[in-house]
């Protein structure tokens, strides 16, 4: 495009609702966080969310664009949100027409938060993009999302891509065993049994950045715990490429500073369970994009032709 | 259509070249099964192909479009071959341009057996047909398809929906554990455990058909067996549900003769995993086309708008 545009972004999540605007070159200016806590006990979140975006378009008369992010599944046209755990007064909203009706002048653009994360490492990560990726969040949950033919793939009925919630181990779904709780489980139960040495305390609650610490310094038990939570990513990653045919994965969220130590047992498993005309492309890299992947994301829908 | 087409159709298998003709009622007529190993033997099993095409269609005039099943995988623009186990010798051959380059008149149309049957479900199976389902076929091993918003889901590099081979219980892929030689071995497995009452005989190789036929009859032994393969295909449904958000399952393939003793694993695996959102619409049934399904699938091919 030739001139270029400045897109407002607004990440909506379980703590905060974080705005900002978003320039082509994926800079991010005037941002600001509000606590959801505080939206909430007002009553009226969507009003809220209206009157917030209105104030900040006053003084930015050339934003025509606003990418949402939010916590959760929508319905296929992207109008109105089905589940929001963290905002569950949300559920059933015709969001979409609320915002249209207020602010027509505006074209807004609603989308589930990982969908919009791995949107924005497309438009705004660092290069190369490949045409299909898929992304995946490590943090208190496991979100996931897929880039085919550069654009969103929302499956079926508009919300796929819940790879967090398929079968892992012991009968728990993925994000169970290698989400942050995960991750504390598994370390509890392992550090029971390590006779080895280690740096971690065991007569103190584990903590996972402790764990990601130790491992960086060499820490045998924290590096164990990580390659088995590796192993169950790992498994999640083939059921993606072998369903979805999707070569490239890209890692992120919180998590993430794990990925040197969760990487070997994630190749292990890809190297067990995937053929050479799997093996021969695949690609898993971390995430370029930092603390900001959420708002540049939701800022990022905005590039898309229309709001599916 | 106003005018009635008719279509070639041929399906490659490891055993059987199974052709015929097709109405576009889905009536089979001419149906003709050549020896794979005799084409085989002849040092130029393409070289057969063609000829046998070209002579097929010599009282055929009428017929301008011929669909090719394969069992394995093809390049994304559904030109070439790339891994056909039964067949390696098309590994890599250009047979699009070969079939094209010798009959010029017809529009050739390549895909996986697998993702034509699905397409044959579509066009030619019982309504009603939905715009978006899975399709598994339980066999030998574990094929599947997709069908999203009416069209054939091939994913990223045009390979995608290999379920049979993503990471099942036990460190085994799920076709190891769900086809054919999976049944076998859990059956064996369970029956040197089994105290109860049981038809099965304990002195000789166990049966699939024949657990089948004991379920029937009530064998508690052989509806436990299926019950586990149930959970297990249960897990490989939640995880296509949960990255495909596609809440409709047809199930094909010899095996599929156990649905109605596999269904109570298959579905309470679902219901454990899933939510409202899936469980509200999920619908899982038999495939509708019996054993020309793979020829009545590749001549499914030609409705398409392009091959891809």
């Given amino acids: 495009m030739s001139v270029p545009e400045l897109f407002l972004g607004i990440d909506i999540g379980g703590n905060h609702v974080k705005m900002g605007f978003v320039d082509s070159g994926g800079t991010l200016h005037d941002f600001q966080s509000y606590p959801t806590a505080e939206w909430r006990a007002t009553g009226n979140f969507t009003q809220r969310l209206v009157e917030t975006i209105a104030f900040k378009l006053i003084n930015h008369k050339d934003v025509k664009k606003v990418g949402i992010g939010l916590p959760g599944t929508i319905t296929k046209d992207r109008k109105i949100p089905i589940e929001i755990t963290a905002i569950p007064e949300l559920n059933g909203v015709p969001l979409w027409a609320i915002l249209t009706d207020a602010l027509p002048h505006i074209k807004f653009f609603l989308e589930n938060d990982a969908n919009a994360a791995a949107l924005g490492e497309l438009y705004y990560g660092m290069p190369p993009h490949p045409d299909d990726f898929v992304f995946i969040t490590l943090g208190t949950g496991i979100g996931s999302a897929a880039i085919m033919h550069r654009k969103l793939f929302i499956g079926g009925d508009g919300n796929g891509m819940e790879l967090g919630h398929i079968v892992s181990r012991n009968h728990k779904k993925l994000e169970q065993n290698t989400g942050k709780q995960g991750v504390l489980d598994l370390g509890a139960e392992l550090l029971a049994k390590w006779t080895g040495p280690t740096v971690i305390a065991r007569d ?69 369970y995937l053929t050479p005309y799997y093996l021969q492309k695949l690609t898993i890299k971390k995430a370029t994009l930092g603390n900001d992947a959420g708002l540049l994301g939701a800022a990022s829908l905005c590039h898309q032709e229309t709001n599916h």
Same sequence: chains 1, 2.
Avoid: W
């Fill in 204 to 272: 103190q609650p584990i903590s996972a950045t402790r764990m990601v610490v130790a491992a960086e310094h060499g820490d045998e038990f924290s590096r164990s715990v990580f390659y088995q939570i590796g192993e169950m990513i790992g498994e999640g990653i083939v059921a993606c490429v072998r369903i979805l045919d999707i070569k490239e994965i890209i890692i992120g969220g919180g998590l993430s500073a794990s990925f040197d130590y969760v990487m070997p047992g994630i190749m292990n498993i890809c190297q067990f």
